[in-house]
């Protein structure tokens, strides 16, 4: 039940000691799993000292047992060790410390971690961290390389020393950590976050060396395997020798066999570049040589060729056609004038001839009335009527003295007067002669230049 308490009625410490006590009584007795990290056996002491911590996580709790207890499991039993622990939970009131008191200890086998590794690897796979469509590639020269390692270790050594063989340029960040023990995930988790963080490093190798199953273990834990997960950067296990295979392996971009193997695929071997940097160069130069003669020939080809060998022979020879045809066209051209001046020659004089003009050149007139129409026939003039009489050059006025609608009527006394004969538009057959002496002319009248 709750405690009633308040400022002005407080609990006594002892009280309050009492009943924590008593809450951790009914707790009863529990199995506890944990690895030892500090262990104390006092010669001649009846009761065993140890700390159990928390592989996974930072947490601890004292635990003490009779010697008797722990002398059952004293030669497998050491610091560092894992065991399961049969204890109850022991509430010391004077001090207000909780321990367990142990009744059994058992060291955890080597079979029945291997079965927790197992469901765990079952379990994270189902989650999708192993897919390898989550692998990121390495860069091919990475600007600066994280390496997460034991202070001082060959893994250490072997990593800088091959990767610099193979690339004298490349730079590191080198953060030593424990990688045993219960301190190791912790650290190692911190460290590789801390260089996922740092924008100048590229690719995080985590290496370690060799060692048994246990020594092993921090780099299965489930939390490194889910921070190594949600890395940005590239990560490469260098865990242990080509048997040994912890979950880091599993969720890395890349799994190094060794140490030593991870330093040949972080980095190029530069004499391997420069072989490769050689070889493409002489088969650019080989296929620009060849392309240079290719094109050489080409042209020297294009060049003795006739038409490159005499650039006028061409014109010269077509210079001759063009001027045949030139004097061709020309006398066509002639031919066709002259036929055409010929054509029109006889088109103008059949025009002359069928010209009203040309019959008045003949002697013919025509007589044409006050209103300008020309006089067809006898019958269309009267006696004393003035006509106007146009000749070949210029014209005179008349005046019809008698008429007479026959064709061929004359004047007095023999005398023609006019004779009425369309020639053309209004041309009257009126050929004029002078009068014999002593005979009256038909039409009398003045005539006008």
């Not at 971690?113 to 020269?141: I, T, V, W, Y």
């Not at 002359?352 to 020309?374: C, F, I, K, M, W």
């Amino acid at each position: 039940m709750a405690l009633t308490t308040s400022a002005e009625a407080p609990i006594p410490v002892a009280e309050i000691s009492r009943l924590i006590g008593g809450w951790i009584d009914r707790l009863g007795d529990v199995w506890v799993e944990g690895q030892i990290t500090q262990l104390s056996r006092r010669p001649g002491a009846g009761v065993v000292f140890m700390t159990l911590r928390d592989a996974e996580h930072d947490v601890s709790i004292s635990v003490t047992c009779y010697r008797k207890v722990f002398d059952a499991v004293a030669d497998i039993v050491t610091e560092g060790s894992r065991v399961v622990v049969h204890a109850k939970a022991d509430w010391y009131r004077a001090r207000g410390t909780l321990s367990l008191r142990a009744a059994e200890i058992r060291p955890v086998g080597i079979g029945e971690l291997l079965a927790r590794l197992e469901q765990l690897k079952r379990s994270l796979a189902a989650e999708g961290l192993f897919d390898p469509r989550h692998k990121k590639p390495l860069p091919f020269l990475p600007h600066r390389v994280g390496l997460v390692c034991g202070r001082a270790s060959a893994a250490e050594r072997d990593v800088l020393e091959n990767a610099r063989r193979r690339w004298p340029a490349v730079r590191f960040a080198v953060r030593n950590v424990a990688v045993q023990g219960v301190t190791a995930v912790p650290q190692v988790v911190a460290a590789v976050r801390e260089l996922d963080a740092d924008p100048d490093v590229d690719l995080i190798v985590v290496a370690r060396g060799g060692g048994s199953v246990e020594d092993l273990l921090p780099f299965s834990s489930e939390e490194l395997v889910r921070a190594v997960f949600g890395c940005v950067t590239p990560v490469v296990s260098a865990i242990g020798h080509e048997p040994d295979s912890p979950l880091l392996d599993l969720v890395a971009d890349y799994r190094a066999s060794t140490p030593t193997d991870a330093a040949k695929h972080i980095v190029p071997d530069i004499r391997e570049e420069m072989l490769k940097v050689h070889q493409v160069r002489d088969r650019g130069r080989m296929a620009l040589r060849a392309r240079l003669d290719r094109e050489y020939q080409g042209l020297r080809a294009a060049r003795s060729r006739p038409v490159m060998a005499d650039p006028h022979r061409m014109v010269d020879l077509r210079a001759e056609e063009v001027a045949g045809l030139v004097d061709r066209s020309r006398r066509t051209l002639r031919h066709l004038l002259e036929r055409a001046a010929s054509d029109v020659a006889h088109t103008r004089a059949r025009v002359v001839a069928l010209s009203p003009a040309a019959t008045l050149e003949r002697g013919y007139a025509v007589l044409q009335r006050a209103d300008g129409h020309a006089v067809r026939g006898a019958a269309e003039v009267a006696s004393g009527e003035r006509l106007t009489a146009r000749v070949s050059v210029g014209r005179f006025d008349v005046v019809v003295s008698s008429g007479d609608g026959g064709s061929g009527g004359g004047g007095s006394d023999g005398g023609s007067g006019g004779e009425g004969s369309a020639a053309g538009a209004s041309t009257a057959k009126a050929r004029t002669k002078r009068p014999a002496a002593g005979k009256r002319s038909a039409v009398k009248g003045s005539g006008r230049g």
